[in-house]
């Protein structure tokens, strides 16, 4: 396989026509190698236009929706991020190059320690996988100016909306199957949420993010 072609093939294809256009998005991906954090039994798979399985039974999101998800969710320098789902790091390491740092919340012990490798190994230093419950957030480290889900939920727990900046983002993937939306959650800075529909997809659900007190309009 030409691994520099199916690369430009991935986001020429797939990504771009996925109204990803931020040139500096599209860059990143060039410059983040997606084939470094699939594991090795699936390396051929790492350009396709499908969930790569990883261990414990967790799955990548799709190419198009990992890099649709980075863009919208409009980061900068400055911003401080907690991701929910760490996966094997591939995310968490674009959201890195976008952000000031990144806290990765992952509860599946075997997904720490594959996504804190890689990450080692891609030289990425401002960002941390912590293993824990994602439901709770981490208010240690909080607030936060941004917050993605990288996986779908039925609702988002308050607990996130508490840990938001006043003028953070919040972007979640949100509904059941066959019907969900890409929702971002915007907090005023009086405290109070908005959120607008960005675009239908289907995700793997979060493991364990069933919320105790889901948020309410």
């Known amino acids: 396989m030409n691994v520099e072609q199916a690369r430009f093939n991935m986001i020429e294809q797939q990504i771009r026509p996925w109204d990803v256009l931020d040139s500096s998005i599209l860059a990143l991906l060039s410059a983040v190698h997606r084939e470094d954090f699939v594991p090795p039994a699936h390396q051929a798979l790492a350009f396709m236009d ?3 399985p990883l261990p414990a039974g967790q799955s990548m999101l799709n190419p ?6 980075v863009q919208d969710l409009n980061l900068g320098k400055r911003d401080n991020v907690l991701q929910i789902g760490a996966g ?3 995310v968490t390491a674009l959201l890195a190059h976008k952000a000031q740092r990144v806290i990765a919340l992952e509860n599946k012990t075997e997904l720490v320690s594959l996504a804190r490798n890689n990450l080692r190994h891609a030289q990425i230093n401002n960002a941390e996988i912590v293993e824990g419950d ?3 957030g981490f208010a240690a480290q909080g607030p936060y100016a941004a917050i993605l889900l990288t996986g779908s939920v039925t609702a988002v727990p308050q607990a996130l909306f508490d840990q938001l900046k006043p003028g953070g983002r919040l972007l979640a993937i949100v509904g059941r199957e066959p019907v969900m939306q ?6 005023s800075e009086q405290g ?3 959120h607008e529909e960005l675009f239908d997809t289907i995700a ?3 493991d364990g993010m069933a919320p105790d007190r889901p948020f309410t309009f």
């Open 50 to 52: 499908l969930e790569v």
């Open 64 to 69: 198009k929706v990992e890099a649709r998800l």
């Open 88 to 90: 094997s790091g591939y």
């Open 134 to 136: 994602g439901s709770r």
């Open 182 to 187: 890409a929702v971002l959650y915007t907090k």
């Open 192 to 194: 109070q949420v908005t």
């Open 204 to 206: 793997p659900p979060l």
